[in-house]
């Protein structure tokens, strides 16, 4: 089993956190579906966050992408 350090759980938290409430499901949105990933032994977690672009007219688009991590070892 892999496992998160405490700033990598804040940073997925804080993902997580940017993005609506009905966008936080499946695998890469939730805590469980990270959890998951690491009950697997997975080494890279992939998790969802919101990416914001602002073109040259000022308008910004949210857009929601997957992120990853690499984690260490359970010890």
Request: glycine residues 6%; negative net charge.
């Amino acid at each position: 089993m892999t496992k998160l350090t405490k700033e990598q759980k804040q940073t997925i938290e804080d993902a997580f956190n940017s993005i609506p409430e009905p966008m936080r499901t499946g695998k890469y949105g939730t805590m469980e579906g990270i959890e998951d990933q690491l009950a697997r032994g997975d080494k890279i977690i992939f998790y969802m966050t919101k990416a914001e672009i602002t073109d040259n007219d000022g308008i910004t688009q949210a857009n929601y992408v997957i992120d990853k991590m690499k984690v260490d070892e359970d010890t």
